[in-house]
């Protein structure tokens, strides 16, 4: 089976401007979670998408939300960029049907830059 | 509060054996996971324990006391290729279920 897989890899933003990451879950997941990747903060939940819904959710403000389509790709936003958002995001797919997963596959993330 | 700490770093030679403690603060724990991630990688799943006890996998190993809120992760034999980050996460449940990883604990491994 092929791995999740994310995109862009990289990407250049200026403060202010928005960003949409996409990615690609593992055939067969329904579960799609979002972290940011910080050397400061480290892996921090964002949030966690199940059949089209949002189901789990961290400590993240409204700039940054999601959404997942009916083939379980999922996208993620972050409105008016701040240069704290620079940080790896990563997306994990899981399975799904029991909750959210001890068992995360995590995609080779998207590293986002902001100036 | 929810946090969980594990040291920063461990440093170790070919061949030994290593153990990275992971203690948790929670109420409404499911249980434990590891992950591995090598520079500029994705992390990789582990191994999960949710009864206390110890789970073997090959080279490694994983061990939780829910009652003392602490588990470990021991590498055996260890290898250069083992030199990575490793994390300890744990699911909190309380409204939100979330998935919270440890600062991650930063191995290496010398010749």
């Known amino acids: 089976k092929a791995g999740v897989t994310q995109t862009p890899r990289y990407l250049i933003k200026t403060r202010g401007q928005q960003v949409t990451l996409s990615c690609s879950p593992i055939?067969?997941?329904?579960?799609v979670s979002w972290y940011q990747q910080t050397p400061g903060q480290g892996l921090q939940f964002l949030f966690e998408?199940?059949?089209?819904?949002?189901?789990n959710k961290g400590n993240f403000p409204g700039r940054f939300s999601g959404r997942q389509f009916s083939n379980s790709r999922s996208e993620m936003n972050v409105s008016t960029l701040e240069l704290g958002d620079s940080a790896l995001y990563l997306c994990?797919?899981?399975?799904?049907?029991?909750?959210?997963?001890?068992?995360?596959?995590f995609g080779p993330g998207t590293r986002l830059t902001v100036t | 509060g929810q946090s969980l700490e594990q040291p920063s770093e461990v440093t170790a030679v070919e061949g030994a054996i290593v153990q990275i403690n992971c203690t948790y603060q929670?109420?409404?724990?499911?249980?434990l996971s590891w992950y591995q991630q090598h520079d500029g990688g994705a992390p990789t799943f582990l191994s999960y324990?949710?009864?206390?006890g110890l789970e073997e996998t090959g080279r490694f190993s994983s061990f939780l006391s829910r009652s003392d809120s602490y588990g470990y992760l021991l590498l055996q034999e260890l290898q250069m290729k083992d030199s990575a980050s490793y994390f300890c996460?744990?699911?909190?449940?309380?409204?939100?279920?979330?998935?919270?990883f440890g600062a991650g604990t930063r191995l290496a491994v010398h010749p």
């Open positions: 994990a797919s899981s399975p799904g049907g029991g909750g959210l997963s001890y068992e995360q596959y």
């Open positions: 055939s067969g997941h329904r579960s």
């Open positions: 998408y199940f059949s089209e819904t949002q189901r």
């Open positions: 929670t109420s409404g724990f499911y249980g």
């Open positions: 324990n949710a009864l206390d």
């Open positions: 996460a744990v699911v909190f449940s309380g409204g939100y279920n979330k998935l919270i």
